[in-house]
């Protein structure tokens, strides 16, 4: 296959993985745009919130037992290769998993945890993650080299980087939080893109690493890893 064809496949893929994820949320918030809701009787609304609350705390709590282990119980993960889900959107989560399930992203153990999940499972954990409030990164035992992080930060700037994911890298909706993520990850997450082995659900990040050298893309983790965690 040619690149263009890997590229042109994967955007096939990936538009229908958005709108998956597009028809996942609509599901989640059909009451609040309803018109016409008002003038349904109370109980089944009721009856429909004791539902979704209960399944949220189900969700909680499968994310205790099952994906604590590896992300941490706050979502701050201390484990290497290992993302921090604390802070992140469940929007970019949802189409994460799913990729995960239809492998499109692949990883042996986040193949393996999400490959039987129903759609109620992708959106059920997803919607937990995206309450989990961001967690700042512990204490660094040196202060960074700031000679690394201005260059980190000059190309963020001259790559976009902060034009989709916000000049705090909190990123918002698909775009994911990158500040305070673990360096390592960042490093082979960026390789993984401008590589073409991790392929996302836009091109929009194999566009924007295409032009920056590996040695650039680890200084981008480098800075990425250790921008002071921002609020939603
Ligand atoms: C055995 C360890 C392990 C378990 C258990 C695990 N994960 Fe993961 N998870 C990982 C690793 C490692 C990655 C990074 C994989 C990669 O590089 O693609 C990851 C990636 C992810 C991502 C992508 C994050 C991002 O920033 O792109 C999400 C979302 C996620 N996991 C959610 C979950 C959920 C939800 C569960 C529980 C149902 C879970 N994980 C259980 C190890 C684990
Ligand atoms: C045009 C918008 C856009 C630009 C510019 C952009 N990104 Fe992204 N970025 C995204 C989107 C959308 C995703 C999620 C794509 C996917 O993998 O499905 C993403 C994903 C990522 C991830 C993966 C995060 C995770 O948790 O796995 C990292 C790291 C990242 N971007 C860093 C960067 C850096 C560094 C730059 C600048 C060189 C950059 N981005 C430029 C939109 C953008």
């Given at each position: 296959m040619t690149r263009w064809h890997r590229r042109a496949s994967s955007a096939a893929a990936l538009a229908a993985a958005l709108l998956f994820a597009a028809a996942l949320q609509a599901q989640t918030r059909?009451?609040?745009?309803?018109?016409?809701?008002?003038?349904?009787?109370a109980a089944p609304a009721a009856s429909q919130a004791a539902a979704a609350k209960a399944s949220a705390a189900d969700y909680a709590e499968r994310f205790a037992t099952?994906?604590?282990?590896?992300?941490?119980?706050?979502?701050?993960?201390?484990?290497?290769g290992t993302p921090v889900?604390?802070?992140?959107?469940s929007y970019y989560t949802i189409t994460q998993l799913f990729l995960y399930r239809e492998g499109r992203r692949s990883n042996p153990l986040m193949t393996a945890v999400a490959k039987g999940f129903s759609d109620a499972d992708l959106r059920g954990f997803s919607d937990y993650i995206g309450t989990l409030p961001p967690q700042p990164a512990p204490a660094a035992s040196a202060p960074p080299d700031a000679a690394r992080m201005k260059q980190g930060q000059a190309l963020a700037q001259q790559h976009k980087c902060v034009f989709c994911h916000g000049a705090d890298f909190a990123g918002g909706q698909q775009v994911?939080?990158?500040?305070?993520?673990?360096e390592e990850y960042l490093r082979d997450v960026l390789q993984g893109y401008r590589s073409g082995q991790r392929v996302g659900y836009t091109l929009a990040m194999a566009e924007a690493v295409g032009p920056v050298s590996p040695a650039e893309l680890d200084v981008l983790a480098y800075y990425a890893a250790r921008v002071p965690v921002a609020g939603r």
């Open positions: 059909p009451a609040r745009g309803a018109s016409g809701s008002a003038a349904r009787t099952v994906c604590a282990a590896c992300h941490g119980a706050n979502g701050r993960s201390d484990m290497p889900l604390a802070g992140q959107h994911p939080r990158i500040g305070g993520q673990r």
